[in-house]
Structures are given as structure tokens and as C-alpha cells.
């Protein structure tokens, strides 16, 4: 999950923001109206893909025009419906599928930009890229370093080569369906299509240089079945607390400091639980970047 206390930008949003990786010469930019980012590899700046970042009411092949946030070339433009044919190489049913696409008003959308996180809202989804940072262990340690030597699996977790990124639509209060896209425009040959050897994720790439994967997650298929698991099996259940960090001692994890938020006072205090064992259930780049210190190390296990 983003940080949500993190406020909107009180100044100008539109600029873009090069989201990079430790482990990789490489960047995911966006930002700013208009204008083409997306990945660049090995280049020194952004990249040049059109990005389609939105929703539309209804399935894909409804006629309600896709709705996106506006990053890609002439976005704002009265001639977008011109622009932008989905699929219009595919077979004759998708051939049908031509929505308009509309671009979000400035006052349509808020930008949370955090030191790690960088969140675009608007009033019908949520888009927040991760860009983590932190300790680099060194890959031949010795006494001098001893200090920052972690075990290889760790090397490797922390010069991950990607760039992290969540879309969520909250569509509980609807009454009909909505379908999120996230497409880019390439400008090169060579795209194709991720449908095997990912299990459950879905993804395409761009000929051997990079590659784009997201997994579908619906709210009671994740959130919803630990929380009834942990109620079901006699859990306590803070409400309205948010955990902040992992208590570390002596190089193991010890508990958990949150905060908890008075609804009526508005008033907030410092809560610590402390359990000889700690399962951190949030998405890999917000326990990554927020939760886990730099001081407790993250083996992963097989």
C-alpha cells in the first residue's frame, strides 16, 4: 500500500519524475502533460513511449471512452479519438474496439510525491510507482565492510533491476463494471506478448531489452482472507492503527510500532506490539522501503 501520509503537492504537478532502479541503468519517467516517458534503457534520459494509464466504464468493448492520465504525446488535444486504435492490427472482434480517449483535467488529479513513492489519484484509481533505496551491501565484503556484507540472495533483492508499481480501482460502490489499461507506444519493432512462464501475471516486452508483468489482485482474494483467517483463529485486531517500522533487537525482529488514529478527537498515539514472531503482509516495495529498517537483514527463503 502508499504511504497516505504523504500530503498532495501543494505546487506545480506537472514535471516528470525519472523512477530508476539501484540495480539497473535504466528509468520509468512520467510527470509530465503531454509528453511521451515510459522506459529508457542505456540512454542517459527518458524514454519515448506513449503511456495510457486509466479506466472506462463498462467491458472493453464498451463504447465509453477510455480515460487516462495524461502522458503521452498531445494529450488534452481535440483530436485524441483520431489518435489511439486498440488493436487495429488484431482480428474482426477486436477490430471494433476503437474507444476515444480522454485525458484527466489538472484539477481532475492529485500527486503524492514522497521520497520513495510517487502517487497519482483521481477520483476513479490510484497509480503509485516505487522507486526504494537504501543500503547497498557490498558484493566482496571484508573486515572494513563487514558491517554492510549481507548474504548473497540479499545482494541480489536489493540491485533488483525493476521498477515497482500499483493501479487500484476501487470499484465496490459501482454498478457496473470498469476496465483498467495500462499501455505504452512503442515506437520500435520487436513487441510481443508475455502468456507463458509467468503463473499468474500477464505482461509483454519489448524484444530482449525489457519487459512489462502485473498481476491481477482482487481486494478479497488478498486483504479480505488474512483478516478473516487472523478473526477466524481468535486474532486481536487494531482498527484504525497503521504500522509504522519493525522493532529490531539484537538483529531480529522484536514487534511493531504504529500509530493509532482517534476518529472522533482526531487525536493520534504511539502504539508498540510486541510477538516473538512478525508476518508483514504488505505489498513488496511499501515493506521494503518504509517498514523493514535498514539494520534487519531480508534472507529469502525457497
Request: net charge negative; proline share 7%.
Amino acid at each position: 500500500m502508499p504511504d497516505s501520509t504523504v500530503p498532495p503537492f501543494h505546487g506545480n504537478i506537472n514535471f516528470n519524475a525519472q523512477h530508476s532502479p539501484m540495480g539497473a541503468f535504466t528509468s520509468f519517467t512520467c510527470g509530465h502533460f503531454g509528453t511521451r516517458g515510459g522506459f529508457g534503457l542505456q540512454i542517459g534520459k527518458p524514454g519515448d513511449q506513449d503511456l495510457y494509464i486509466g479506466v472506462k466504464d463498462g467491458d472493453r468493448f464498451s463504447d465509453a471512452p477510455l480515460k487516462v492520465l495524461p502522458f503521452y504525446q498531445g494529450a488534452g488535444a481535440e483530436n485524441e479519438a483520431a489518435r489511439y486504435d486498440v488493436e487495429r492490427e488484431a482480428g474482426p472482434a477486436e477490430q471494433n474496439v476503437k474507444p476515444r480517449v480522454l485525458s484527466y483535467a489538472k484539477q481532475e488529479i492529485r500527486r503524492h510525491y514522497g521520497w520513495a513513492t510517487d502517487r497519482w489519484v483521481t477520483d476513479d484509481f490510484e497509480f503509485t510507482i516505487y522507486t526504494p533505496f537504501g543500503v547497498v551491501p557490498s558484493p566482496t565484503p571484508n573486515e572494513s565492510d563487514a558491517k554492510w556484507s549481507f548474504p548473497e540472495t540479499e545482494l541480489r533483492y536489493r540491485l533488483l533491476p525493476a521498477v515497482v508499481a500499483t493501479f487500484t480501482v476501487d470499484n465496490s460502490a459501482g454498478t457496473m463494471p470498469k476496465t483498467a489499461l495500462f499501455a505504452m507506444g512503442f515506437h520500435e519493432k520487436g513487441l510481443r506478448l508475455l502468456d507463458t512462464g509467468l503463473e499468474s501475471a500477464i505482461g509483454f516486452a519489448l524484444r530482449d531489452e525489457l519487459g512489462v508483468a502485473g498481476r491481477l489482485i482482487e481486494s478479497d482474494d488478498e486483504a479480505g482472507t488474512y483478516l478473516r483467517d487472523a478473526f477466524e483463529n481468535d486474532a486481536d485486531i487494531l482498527v484504525r492503527t497503521r504500522a509504522e517500522k519493525v522493532l529490531v533487537e539484537n538483529g531480529r525482529a522484536a514487534g511493531v510500532e504504529a500509530q493509532y488514529a482517534d476518529p472522533e478527537s482526531g487525536k493520534s498515539a504511539r502504539v508498540v506490539v510486541r510477538a516473538p514472531h512478525v508476518v508483514v503482509a504488505c505489498n513488496a516495495p511499501f515493506t521494503y522501503s518504509f517498514i523493514v529498517p535498514a539494520s534487519l537483514s531480508l534472507t529469502p527463503t525457497r
